[in-house]
């Protein structure tokens, strides 16, 4: 009774897929999104899987499908759960003919589905790697987007000494976002580069020279362990992501590491610290070489004796005191501004009435200063 629910190719393309058809469907990682499958029955179907053979995609157009996710949103309501997290909600939609992912009735699903959230108190948080024109345009119909553009582009500063295109995104940047620097995923890279989507050639953050190389100086910092964690050197690939702790992006540089914690604590929206990124971990490789899935390079399990020693280091416990600093001082809950400030420095400040917190980044020393009110 079930079946309708889950989506089969035949359901999108009921007269047959072209070629054409099929070479437009953006794919995350390499092949066509379908896996076969044999039935109880003994019938073989192609089932859309746009991710693993694990992960069944859900027709969100059939009845069955809807009252699926309605069901979904009534039990954590049930169970006093205030927001929830639409994972890798682009590639919701299907229709023949088109892209696949974050087409026009993408956006309508979104919104509507953040209205029934909504009528059961539950904020929406989206989790979408795509063109940065379209995380803003997601942050308006939504109560909370990632901004996963910061990570590369706080890289790129730091490794170029320049705040150029870091500044420019933060002008524009959505306010409403969590904001990261590490993930249990990859480092985008998709997220500050051109339109892939557009014929006409969306441009990026940076641009595509600066970006490449962006992806060879982490290759660089991590002596090559990015290299064979990423794109075609490990299994189950995301082709938009660097696997690489961020940490070892940075070359294991405790200053430099510090400064992009500070600037991440800075930009508006809310932070998010990632447990690996918490204790400044390595690169896994012993993970990596056991299980061949390239994300697993930053997905270390940690022992108890490993963490202990962890939270002895200076960098950690310097992490640490910017975190308090963060969640205590009420200047946060109060309105940012990007000031004015040469192409090689950034100033980020925080004011809450009479509070206020300032941070002052010179890259090309490398040097960051923090001030604030008592």
Known sequence: MYDGMFLTMDSIFPNGATEADLL?????????????????????????????????DININHPQGQAYLQSVLQTLHKNNIRMV?????????KKAGSSCFMIPETFVFIET??????????????????????????????????????????????????????????????????????????????????DSLNLQGGHGLIPPEELDALVERIHTNSNGQSRQATGAAASNLDLYQVNCTFYDALGRNDQDYLLARAIQFFSPGVPQV?????????????????????????????SLDEVEQALHRPVVQSLFALIRFRNQHPAFDGTFRLLDSGESEMMLRWDNGTDWAMLEVNFTSGLYQISHSP
């Open 24 to 56: 437009a469907i953006y794919r995350p990682r390499p092949g066509l999104p379908f896996s076969q499958v044999t039935l109880k029955n003994g019938k073989k179907r192609l089932l859309w899987t746009t991710f693993t053979k694990q992960q069944i």
């Open 85 to 93: 997290r639409l994972d890798a909600v682009g590639f919701a939609v």
């Open 113 to 194: 589905l953040a209205r029934q959230a909504a009528s059961l108190g539950i904020e929406v948080l989206v989790e979408i790697h795509s063109y940065f024109h379209r995380q803003i345009e997601i942050a308006r119909q939504v109560d909370r987007v990632y901004d996963f553009a910061l990570p590369p582009l706080v890289l790129h500063a730091i490794f170029n000494r320049t705040a150029r295109y870091l500044k420019q995104w933060l002008a524009i940047s959505p306010r409403n976002a969590v904001t990261v620097l590490d993930t249990h995923d990859g480092i985008g890279v998709i997220d500050i580069g051109a």
């Open 274 to 302: 990632y447990y690996v990124g918490l204790l400044a971990g390595e690169n896994d490789m012993t993970l990596l070489a056991k299980s061949g899935v390239g994300r697993d390079i930053n997905r270390h399990f940690y």
